[in-house]
């Protein structure tokens, strides 16, 4: 899947004879998975008209503040549509308006869009090669840099004027590709290898029997889909669960016992940046597994159980500048218990779950979760899906990465 996918893009057409790549940018945007939105300058239209553009991208398409049929139509609002925009892409970028991006003019929808966003701005230029080369030119994407706009240089080749030389605007795949790797390598995870523990364990008792938990393993395996969507390599060693991560490019490590989780974990753990186990590994597991299935010859029957191996504890020992996460489900003294569990198990941060919170827990889509770090701050969060709990976690983790 696209890292476009999803995206509002505007995309800004000014007027060039490259304005007619425009209609191949949409499509190639939209074949991504990408919401387009264009903005035409006006005098764009001349060479590529804004019914080629709408239907392609399946939306009105804007030139104007108001619509020119109807002028008592309601106002395009450039303020909306920039910060609609996950990126804005100026292509073709031609020198007249990258002059005026350049010093903040603002004589149409575009520039006033371009003026609005709070987004990434990407722009291709496309003009003959001495305009290309020209000091005015040159100073420009000077300025347009600086402000941190990201420009796709033009390509070397033939050009409309039947010269040849650098001005040809990037063709659509490879504006494409180019936003793509941009998008990847400034991904805020980018460079991370994460672990995550998922999923219940089973202890067997006997060849058909096990000691289990409730544990859907929802919240370990959000959390590995939010990771990798934010730049991460992600290892994810899951227990026994019902659920299958969407994602090819996740490492997955399927284990049983706690024993196997334990081992897993450990050999993965070297090489890792971050730790988050989100597992609800057995605490007990019998001492014995018998060899048969345990018949039911007598009215009781009791099974040993020792304790295993506390795989978050055996970490916190060896942390070194890892960044290591565990949860905390908990019925009663939630918070108390929790920042006991932090410090015991030597933690940066801890993930409590109660049970008594209604949409929290197992089972559900949901979870209400409270963030408590080492330093002791304390952030409680609302009942949300499981996607935006594992989003809410990451972003508190890069916040602290980042300080
Ligand atoms: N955990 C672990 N290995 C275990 C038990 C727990 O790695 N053998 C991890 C869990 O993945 C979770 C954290 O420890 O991140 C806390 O788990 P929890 O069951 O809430 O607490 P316990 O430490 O087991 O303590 P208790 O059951 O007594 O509350």
């Known amino acids: 899947m696209s890292v476009l996918s999803g995206k509002n893009i505007v995309l800004g057409v000014t ?58 139509a309601q106002w395009n609002n450039h303020v909306e549509l920039a910060l609609w925009a996950d990126l804005i892409i100026i292509a073709p970028a031609t020198a007249n308006t990258m002059s005026k991006m350049a010093n903040g003019t603002c004589d149409n929808l575009l520039l006033a869009v371009y003026l609005s966003a709070k987004c990434p701005v990407y722009y291709a ?7 290309y080369k020209h000091p005015t030119t040159l100073q420009s994407f000077e300025k347009l840099n600086s402000f941190k706009n990201i420009q796709i240089p033009a390509a070397y080749g033939e050009l409309a004027s039947g010269l040849i030389g650098q001005g040809r605007m ?11 790797k941009d998008i990847l390598n400034k991904l805020p995870l980018k460079g991370k290898k994460i672990l995550i523990t998922a999923g219940p364990t089973y202890e067997a008792i006997d060849p058909v029997r096990f000691i289990g938990n409730h544990s859907s393993g929802k919240m370990g395996y959000a959390i590995a889909e939010v990771a990798f969507g934010l730049g991460a ?33 450990h050999q993965e753990y070297k090489n890792c940046d971050i730790a988050i186990l989100s597992a609800a590994v057995a605490d007990f597991t019998p001492t014995e597994v018998a060899s048969q299935k345990i018949k039911k010859k007598e009215t009781t ?18 942390k070194g500048d890892k960044y290591l996460v565990g949860f ?36 559900t889509d949901t979870n209400k979760v409270t963030l408590i770090s080492k330093d002791n701050k304390v952030i409680a969060f609302e009942v949300k899906p499981k996607t935006a709990v594992a989003n809410d976690i990451l ?9």
């Open 233 to 265: 390599e992600v290892v994810l060693v899951s227990g026994p669960v019902h659920i299958k991560s969407k994602n090819n490019a996740i490492k997955i490590i399927k284990v049983t016992t706690a024993e196997d989780m334990y081992n897993a974990v």
């Open 125 to 131: 230029p496309a003009m003959d090669l001495d305009m």
């Open 328 to 363: 905390a489900l908990e019925t009663e003294n939630e918070l108390e218990n929790a920042k006991t569990k932090l410090k015991k198990k030597n933690l940066d941060l801890i993930v409590l779950n109660s049970l008594n919170d209604k949409g929290a827990g197992f089972k």
């Open 15 to 72: 007027a060039g004879i490259a304005a007619y790549k425009s209609t191949y940018l949409v499509r190639q945007f939209v074949k991504k998975g990408a919401n387009v939105k264009v903005v035409m300058t006006p005098s764009s239209k001349e060479f590529v008209t804004p019914l080629t553009l709408s239907t392609l991208s399946k939306n009105e398409v804007y030139s104007s503040f108001t619509n020119e049929d109807d002028k008592n």
């Open 395 to 403: 972003q508190y983790i890069i916040n602290q990465l980042h300080d």
């Open 301 to 318: 029957l009791t099974i040993t159980l020792e304790k295993t191996k506390d795989i978050l504890a055996s970490l916190g020992l060896n």
């Open 170 to 180: 990037a063709e659509p795949e490879e504006i494409v590709t180019f936003i793509e």
